[in-house]
């Protein structure tokens, strides 16, 4: 069970801080938490935190002069000012627990994110069902090459330099703004990027009209002076554009109603280069160094946010062409012995799993194999037949399922991973059940050859498969230079 978002306020959270020094941060290897953390020990906090695994993450802010603990203990936070917690957190944990039963005050992870980001101009948030941290990564190496030194917040490491943030200035902040549990309401964006809008954490949004509500709420947290950068292409957010009382503009693909959209697209070895037009004038040509069409609308995302807060349109395209991409989104990790590529990809969504794989169809020579973890079991059991439908119709030649990563839940549902891949291979593709990771692994190296492409794919621990393989080709390469 998730624990509640408070909703302080920046206002509130300020008052509630003055002349505080001692945070702690429950949850603080997280990928978000961490970042927070950083930013607030640079604010002359003094930081201190609980994870409950040691990672890259959490040694890197140790040897920022962070204090990490890896077991709970209430004795931890006996001295702290205020305790910022992730709603992942169990409601047990004995940090939050003492913090709350002696009146230690508690700030949601959203909650402290929407009062930190008041103290930058410029705010940049990127909201959507799907394409969220690619597109933030976009703004950064924009941003970055643009010369205006932002502070940048994603939810994945870009590859370019390994950290899921980059610490800069007070002009530009961009962040990845979830819409899980409404967290991206707390925020407080001056533009509010709107990707796209799919049916997506039905344990929370119950329908269209709840997950649409949502959205136009964020548009409309930038104010009247604001600005909303929203999908032409997409019906959901066609359908929020006249909620907006913030100034709005749209962007599509190929689309002569948007404000900014592509143009000239053109797909070379899979890999997509565009013109970008605003009212028929070309401000500039991007060749992606990332695969798969469906990445042009994020660039355009991009593009046109930037180019509305005052970025010259030739080092936007300039910054487009830099990027590089962020981890698991079709990031190469390794080969198998035979010689095929193993990506990592974070999709869990049909319609995220069916562009991911096509765009994996297009730089594809061999077999198309697939290895996923379906997330949660309420997702899997409402999205069902549109995740069999999607890797039925990917053009994949092999799926491989792993048990369903639970997350927060119970199997209440009647879903499995056995029955999804019955459901797949009924619908023409061959798709079976892993009963273990190695399992899977064991699968992707049979018979693989030098044109065959591996995708480890979902939002769980499958991560574990394309380890398993990145060691297994690492002992081959140290038995072949030995022999």
Sequence with gaps: ??????????????????????????????????????????????????????????????????????????????????????????????????????????????????????????????????????????????????????????????????????????????????????????????????????????????????????????????????????????????????????????????????????ANEQTAGGYPSFDVARGGEILGHVTLKIPGAHNIANAVAAFAACAENGIDPAKIAEGLCEYKGIGRRMERVTATAGGAAVYTDYAHHPTEIAVTLKGARAICRGRLRVVFQPHTFSRTAELFDGFADAFAGSGADEVVLCDIYPARETNSYGVSSEGLAEAIAERGTRAFRAESFEAAADCMTRDAGPDDLVIVMGAGDVIRVAEILKEREEENSEFRIQN
């Design 1 to 262: 069970m998730s624990l509640p978002n408070t909703h302080i306020g920046p206002e509130g959270i300020g008052n509630l801080l003055r002349g505080k020094k001692k945070l702690f941060f429950a949850g603080i290897g997280g990928v978000s938490m961490n970042s927070l953390a950083s930013v607030s020990r640079l604010r002359g906090y003094e930081v201190s935190g609980y994870d409950r695994t040691p990672s890259e993450i959490t040694a890197r802010l140790e040897r920022s002069g962070i204090t990490v603990y890896y077991e709970a203990d209430a004795d931890h936070v006996k001295d702290a000012d205020a305790l910022v917690y992730t709603v992942a957190m169990p409601e047990t944990n004995p940090e939050y627990a003492w913090a709350k039963e002696h009146g230690i005050p508690l700030i949601s992870r959203a909650d402290y994110l929407g009062w930190l980001m008041t103290g930058y101009g410029v705010r940049i948030g990127v909201s959507g069902t799907h394409g969220k941290s690619t597109t933030t990564g976009m703004l950064c190496r924009i941003l970055t090459t643009a010369g205006v030194d932002p502070t940048v917040l994603n939810g994945a490491p870009l590859l370019q330099t390994g950290a899921v943030d980059r610490i800069g200035g007070h002009d530009y902040f961009a962040f990845e703004a979830c819409e899980y549990m409404d967290s991206f309401l707390d925020f407080q964006p001056t533009t509010a990027i709107v990707l796209n809008i799919d049916l997506d954490h039905v344990d929370y949004f119950h329908s269209m009209d709840q997950l649409r509500g949502s959205f136009a709420k964020f548009a409309n947290l930038t104010g009247a002076g604001g600005l909303a950068v929203l999908n032409a292409d997409d019906e959901n957010c066609r359908t929020v554009r006249p909620m907006c009382v913030c100034r709005t503009v749209t962007f599509g693909r190929n689309n002569p109603a948007a404000d900014y959209t592509s």
